[in-house]
C-alpha cells in the first residue's frame, strides 16, 4: 500500500533545527505549515536532493532516505506548477519518462496536449504537473503550496485518489482548507 511515512526527520535551514514526525496512507491529505526556507528544504529532504540531518523517510515497506530522486517513488508539483515554457503540455508530462498518455486522459488533459504552458490557466497548469507526477507512479506526492501562487486544491483533491499526498504550505489559511495542519518541532536541536 503506498504511503509516506517520516520518522523523526530532522534537518537544519538558516541556523534553526525542525524536526518532523508522520504518516500519510494512499488517498489521505496532510498539510505542512512552515516559513518558505524551511519548507523548501523539507522537500529537498523528502525528494532526495539533500540528507536529512536525522531521521527515516519510508514509502510503503521501504527506508528510501539514501536512495537518489528517481528511486524513491516520490514526485513533486511544485508551487505553479514548474512547467517548461518551451515545451507543449503533452511534451511537459512526457518528461517525467512515465505512461505520459495514460494519465494525460486520466486527468482530461488531452484537449489541451498542444498547448504551451503559458497558454493555460493556473489551474490546468497545476492540473498538468501533477499529470506529470503522477505518471511516475509514485508512491506520494508532495505539493508545494505558496501564497503567491494558485491554491493547489484541486490538484491535491485529484491526487489523493493515486497515492499519500502532502501538501507543505507557508499560508495556515490556505493550508487549513486542505486538511489538519501538523507543524514541525522547532528550536535548537528540534527535541
Not at 518558505?36 to 532526495?48: E, I, K, M, P
Not at 540531518?53 to 528517481?70: A, Q, S
Not at 515545451?87 to 484537449?111: F, H, I, K, P, Q
Request: aromatic fraction near 4%; proline fraction near 6%.
Amino acid at each position: 500500500m503506498a504511503s509516506l511515512r517520516l520518522h523523526g526527520l530532522g534537518w537544519k535551514v538558516a541556523g534553526a533545527s525542525y524536526v518532523l514526525d508522520m504518516t500519510v496512507e494512499s488517498g489521505e491529505v496532510a498539510v505542512v505549515l512552515t516559513g518558505r526556507q524551511a519548507a523548501t528544504s523539507l522537500a529537498d529532504v523528502l525528494l532526495g536532493l539533500a540528507l536529512p540531518d536525522d531521521g527515516v523517510v519510508r514509502t510503503g515497506d521501504r527506508d528510501v532516505t539514501g536512495l537518489p530522486p528517481g528511486r524513491r517513488g516520490i514526485a513533486l508539483v511544485p508551487a505553479g506548477g514548474g512547467l517548461l515554457p518551451h515545451l507543449t503540455v503533452e511534451r511537459n508530462v512526457e518528461y517525467a519518462g512515465g505512461d505520459a498518455s495514460r494519465w494525460m486522459r486520466r486527468l482530461r488533459l488531452e484537449g489541451i496536449g498542444r498547448f504551451r504552458p503559458h497558454e493555460l490557466s493556473p489551474v490546468q497548469r497545476l492540473q498538468v504537473a501533477l499529470a506529470r507526477a503522477l505518471s511516475t507512479e509514485p508512491s506520494a506526492v508532495v505539493f508545494e503550496d505558496r501564497a503567491g501562487h494558485v491554491p493547489c486544491r484541486t490538484a491535491v483533491a485529484e491526487a489523493r485518489g493515486h497515492a499519500a499526498v502532502l501538501v507543505i504550505t507557508d499560508s495556515e489559511a490556505r493550508g487549513g482548507a486542505l486538511g489538519a495542519v501538523i507543524r514541525p518541532k522547532e528550536g535548537p536541536d528540534a527535541a
